[in-house]
């Protein structure tokens, strides 16, 4: 079984018994018997001073984009949320910072460039930046593997929170790797540490580490959610349902416009390849078309390796824009604290996708508008690798 950075870190605690402690965590940060660190920590002795919670909360009570209020998980934790109301929220305040002299960061990343876990981190990097202040990356896998990359990287123009790393939609990196990736582009004057794991190694997919899954928010409740992810998440900018309201988010997809069998037809090419997609209709409990019946399709992944998440949802939003180009719309308003560009094209981390679909360009020449890109970037990462 894979030791993650967290493991590592308990079989040396004696060094870390003087110092002042915060925690960036949430309900993932757990050891292989399930135990939460922020407990475990303190039996042994440890100064645990505050901890800082991401998007979701502790423990992940909250949907998406729905601020976090302190939240009290035992006596004696001060609990700060980085997820308020507002921007301003997703960056501690410099007072907070000032009694502590260690950050350890410990949450389970998805591997997708929009899961917002690891962009606090960057956050809070830079927040850290000029200070006597370590922060340290209790290593996790990337559940998706660390070999392969997907999608174009992002233009500096769309940064977000659900884009902060110059990196392809699907990166290919775990957290600390993400780390160390970030303190280079940035120059951060920081003291960064990242604890590896032992045992993992790029090839392997999470079922492959013997670790368990542990959702790490509230639509995240499978491997398989995870699976495709990296590209059913593209489906928050569009009007049509990614699956909250079910039991199966991200894994099926649907709107009242669509008819399960017509789209269908149009889903052939080597950007499902890997996948079997399965007419289907479901009724929404909340979110989008709350208590309405729906059509779409379900995804299910058959082949791990040559699946493609990110290419396979822009050509699904290909043919719902070409089977019905005036039902099918681009979301507009407030996304993750932005209101003046589409939650598409932040996601997606340029317009340019947006505006090929809606131009009418066939998918495979949209999806090969990024490839080089990905080649570029498979050579630029390995810099940063800490693990074969």
């Known amino acids: 079984m894979v030791a993650t950075g967290l493991d590592i870190f308990l079989e040396n605690i004696e060094r870390y018994r003087n110092r002042t402690i915060g925690m960036i965590v949430n309900q993932t940060s757990v050891t292989s018997d399930l135990r939460y660190s922020w407990n475990v920590l303190r039996e042994n002795g440890l100064k645990i001073r505050k901890i800082f919670s991401p998007e979701h909360g502790l423990f992940a009570t909250e949907q ?145 580490t013997g670790l368990p899954w542990v959702p790490p928010s509230p639509n995240m409740p499978s491997v398989e959610t995870a699976a495709v992810y990296p590209g059913m998440c593209l489906f928050e900018g569009l009007n049509a349902s990614e699956g909250r309201g079910t039991t199966t988010p991200f894994q099926l997809f649907g709107a009242p416009f669509i008819d399960p069998y017509a789209l269908l037809e149009q889903c052939e090419g080597p950007e499902f390849d890997g996948l079997f997609l399965r007419p289907t209709w479901f009724k929404p409990t909340f979110h989008k078309f709350r208590e309405e019946t729906i059509g779409g399709l379900w995804l299910h992944v058959c082949d791990h390796r040559r699946f493609r998440p990110f290419a396979a949802a822009v050509a699904l939003t290909a043919a719902i824009c070409k089977l019905y180009p005036l039902d099918l719309h681009f979301l507009h308003g407030v996304y993750e604290f932005n209101d003046t560009i589409p939650a598409f094209d932040l996601l997606a981390g340029n317009d340019a996708i947006r505006s090929a679909i809606l131009d009418g360009r066939d998918a495979a020449t949209v999806i090969s508008s990024w490839k080089q890109e990905e080649t570029d970037f498979l050579a630029a990462k390995a810099g940063f690798h800490l693990y074969r």
Not at 122 to 143: H, Q, S, T, W, Y
Request: aromatic content about 10%.
């Open 64 to 208: 998406d984009q729905i601020a976090v209020g302190n939240q009290q998980p035992a006596p004696d934790f001060e609990v700060i949320s980085l997820y308020g109301c507002s921007a301003d929220t997703l960056i501690p305040e410099s007072a907070m910072l000032d009694d502590l002299d260690l950050i350890l960061f410990d949450i389970q990343d998805i591997g997708a460039r929009y899961y917002t876990y690891v962009n606090t981190l960057a956050l809070f990097m830079e927040a850290a930046a000029g200070r006597d202040l370590e922060i340290m990356v209790l290593d996790r896998p990337n559940p998706l593997g660390g070999d392969l990359v997907e999608g174009p990287l992002l233009d500096m123009a769309y940064r977000s929170f659900v884009g902060i790393f110059p990196v392809p939609v699907r990166h290919g990196m775990t957290p600390g790797e993400l780390a160390l990736l970030y303190r280079d582009w940035k120059m951060l004057d920081i003291r960064l540490t990242v604890l590896p794991m032992q045992g993992w190694n790029r090839s392997m997919l999470f079922p492959e």
